[in-house]
């Protein structure tokens, strides 16, 4: 079986491939089986990785989104067939981008309804696909709201809100499109609980499991404890990464944005991370209170794409995975080629930030890097491999 020892070899050997540092927590129930903080916060290598470290973990932040929206769904704010239309009037007439033999696009009326199940699945059609009517249209509307969601002055809600009048690059529920969609569901979550998501977060989540490092801006003396990101080169040469999809990067953080990002958003300390995805392993229950039913965590790890949808999906780190609402979950792990359980979740950030839940055995990790785009298959598999050989 593998030990701990194992453990720091691996994070160790994750700087030598030259990230300034990298940190993990495993934790069997509320157990904690191992954490360590290898490297530094910064490339000039002054400042240790500690744990008050702050990390961007970007696309993690869909499955504390997610969370929100499952429990709204089960306290029966609304149901996962629900048009987004009976909470967001703008949704109910939309649009469709159609490509045409030769070349060209049309734009013609969607013949189906967006329910609730496709934006939490992201089978929305809302990307940025070439010089489609969809792509022209996301330029538009943000356009018309004053530039980027990061560095402008509107709201998640807002932005929303005008993305009805985009139209889709396919028929809501029959594709898997990374996109928009765990935004459109964040934006019913502040309709029918009437609180903006931080908010809610805060409420429903961050204060009951004591996240007191986790939230969408900085707050006083957040900005020295960041880790530093960096970003890998062709030619293997490590540099400072400062920009994010072309915004500076730290720029939806600041004290004085109103954007939520529903999807991106949240910085937090690996300890938060690790207490998030303990209570996710544990069915919802985290020191004895139950934030959500087991039921419901059973729902939300359920895989919801087709066979052609999988055949999109599963590349690198997702062969063998399915996607239900709003997280990775494991299907097969003879085709992951893993030792995982099947039904084990979770996610990934863009910077490298990755957890995983798994009830079967009440297993959780999670694990903080700060490398943008980075080889998440050469770093998420072997971690996945040495945390099960700890059982």
């Known amino acids: 079986m593998s030990t701990a020892k194992d453990l720091d070899r691996l994070l160790q050997s994750f700087v030598d491939r030259g990230l300034p540092g990298a940190a993990l927590s495993v934790m069997k129930g509320d157990q904690l089986l191992y954490e360590n903080y290898v490297g530094h916060r910064d490339m000039a290598g002054k400042t240790p990785l500690t744990p008050d470290t702050l990390f961007r973990i970007h696309s993690i932040t869909k499955a504390v989104s997610s969370l929100c ?28 981008s ?6 060209s696009w049309t734009v013609e009326e969607a013949k189906q309804p967006m329910l609730m199940k496709h934006a939490f699945n992201m089978n929305v059609g809302f990307y940025d696909f070439g010089d489609s009517p969809t792509a022209k249209g996301l330029k538009d509307i943000h356009d018309k709201l004053g530039g980027s969601k990061f560095q402008a002055g509107y709201s998640l809600g807002e932005e929303i809100r005008a ?6 690059l396919f028929e809501p529920g029959s594709q898997w499109q990374y996109g928009y969609g765990i935004c459109i569901m964040a934006a019913v979550v502040e309709v029918t609980s009437g ?24 707050r006083p003396g957040w ?11 062709p030619d293997g040469k490590v540099e400072h ?6 915004d500076p990067l730290d720029s939806m953080y600041r004290e004085d944005a109103r954007y939520e990002a529903a999807d991106a958003g949240l910085i937090a300390t690996l300890r938060d991370l690790q207490v998030f995805s303990a209570m996710l392993a544990q069915s919802g229950t985290w020191k ?24 999109v999906f599963q590349v690198g780190e997702m062969k063998g995975y399915g996607y239900g609402y709003g997280v990775r979950t494991l299907l097969d792990p003879a085709v992951g080629l893993c030792s995982g359980s099947v039904g084990e979740f979770g996610w990934e950030g863009a910077a490298g930030a990755w957890m995983m839940a798994d009830p079967a055995e009440q297993l959780s990790a999670a694990f ?24």
């Open 69 to 96: 929206g499952m429990m709204e769904y089960e306290r029966g704010a609304f149901l996962m067939d629900d048009p987004v239309s009976e909470y967001l009037p703008e949704y109910k007439n939309m649009l469709l």
């Open 98 to 103: 159609v490509r045409q033999p030769d070349g």
């Open 163 to 168: 993305l009805a009048g985009v139209p889709m």
């Open 195 to 218: 609180m903006p998501l931080g908010e809610y977060m805060e409420k429903n989540l961050f204060g009951p499991l004591g996240m007191k490092d986790t939230g969408f801006r900085f």
């Open 223 to 233: 900005r020295e404890r960041m880790a530093e990101c960096v970003r890998h080169l």
């Open 241 to 246: 990464c400062d920009d994010l999809l072309g």
């Open 288 to 311: 004895g209170e139950k934030l959500i039913g087991r039921k419901t965590i059973d729902m939300m790890r359920q895989n919801l794409l087709t066979e052609d949808m999988l055949k």
């Open 368 to 391: 903080m890097i700060q490398d943008m785009l980075p080889d998440a298959k050469y770093y998420n598999d072997r971690l996945r491999v040495v945390i099960y050989g700890l059982l």
